[in-house]
Antibody
Framework: EVQLVESGGGLVQPGGSLRLSCAASGFTFSSHWMHWVRQAPGKGLVWVSRIDHDGGSRTYADSVEGRFTISRDNAKNVLYLEMNSVRADDTSVYYC??????????WGQGTLVTVSS | DVQLTQSPSTLSASLGDRVTITCRASQTIANSLAWYQQKSGKAPKLLIYKASTLESGVPSRFGGSGSGTQFTLTISSLQPDDFATYYCQHYSTYTVTFGPGTKVEI
C-alpha cells in the first residue's frame, strides 16, 4: 500500500524556520517526481514546489522562491521542505504528493504549519 | 502562466442529480487537466487525469471531458459520498495550477 506520511509541522514565529518531512513507502520512491502542495485554512489548493527523481531539477512557486528548499533522500525514501523566513501567509496544511501522469495520484494526510508570534 | 477558473463556485444539488462542473483555462492546454475531490479535513483524491481518464478505483459515475481551454467534470447520479469540493488542476513543464474549487452541497 502506498503511504505518504508528513511530519514536522507546528507553530513557528514570523521570520523563523521549519523543516517538513514526508516518509514514503509502498512504491519505488526514486522513480517519481514529488511535490508539496499547501492549503490555507478555508482556502483552495496551492502548488508549492516539485523535485525530479534524483533531485537534479527543482521548481518553486513564486511565493516561496528563495525562501523554501525542496530536497529528497532516495536512500531513506524521504522528501523534505525546508522553510525559511516564514510569513503569516505561509500558514497552511502542507501536503506531500506523488507526481503521476500530469497529476498527483497519491497524497499524504498533511501537516499544519502555523506562523504566528 | 495558465490561470484556471471554475464554475459554479457552489452548486446545490440533490441525490440522483446529474452534476456538471466547468473548468476554463486562460490558454490552450491540450488535455493536460486533472480533477480532484476533497472532503472537509481530508487530503484531495485524484478522480480524472488527462482530462478524461478515470483513475483506478474511482466510480464510473464520474466522467471528464474537454480539451483546449474548456473542460467538464460530470457526476452522472449524485451519491451521498459525493458532497465535497472539486478542484481542477493543470501541470506544465514550468508550474502547476489549481482552480479555485467548486463546492457541491445539498
Amino acid at each position: 500500500e502506498v503511504q505518504l506520511v508528513e511530519s514536522g509541522g507546528g507553530l513557528v514565529q514570523p521570520g523563523g524556520s521549519l523543516r517538513l518531512s514526508c516518509a514514503a513507502s509502498g512504491f519505488t520512491f526514486s522513480s517519481h517526481w514529488m511535490h508539496w502542495v499547501r492549503q490555507a485554512p478555508g482556502k483552495g489548493l496551492v502548488w508549492v514546489s516539485r523535485i525530479d527523481h534524483d533531485g537534479g531539477s527543482r521548481t518553486y512557486a513564486d511565493s516561496v522562491e528563495g525562501r523554501f528548499t525542496i530536497s529528497r533522500d532516495n536512500a531513506k525514501n524521504v522528501l523534505y521542505l525546508e522553510m525559511n523566513s516564514v510569513r503569516a501567509d505561509d500558514t497552511s496544511v502542507y501536503y506531500c504528493t506523488r507526481g503521476g501522469d500530469g497529476s498527483f495520484d497519491q497524497w499524504g494526510q498533511g501537516t499544519l504549519v502555523t506562523v504566528s508570534s | 502562466d495558465v490561470q484556471l477558473t471554475q464554475s459554479p463556485s457552489t452548486l446545490s444539488a440533490s441525490l440522483g442529480d446529474r452534476v456538471t462542473i466547468t473548468c476554463r483555462a486562460s490558454q490552450t492546454i491540450a488535455n493536460s487537466l486533472a480533477w480532484y475531490q476533497q472532503k472537509s479535513g481530508k487530503a484531495p483524491k485524484l478522480l480524472i487525469y488527462k482530462a478524461s481518464t478515470l483513475e483506478s478505483g474511482v466510480p464510473s459515475r464520474f466522467g471528464g471531458s474537454g480539451s483546449g481551454t474548456q473542460f467538464t467534470l460530470t457526476i452522472s447520479s449524485l451519491q451521498p459520498d459525493d458532497f465535497a469540493t472539486y478542484y481542477c488542476q493543470h501541470y506544465s513543464t514550468y508550474t502547476v495550477t489549481f482552480g479555485p474549487g467548486t463546492k457541491v452541497e445539498i
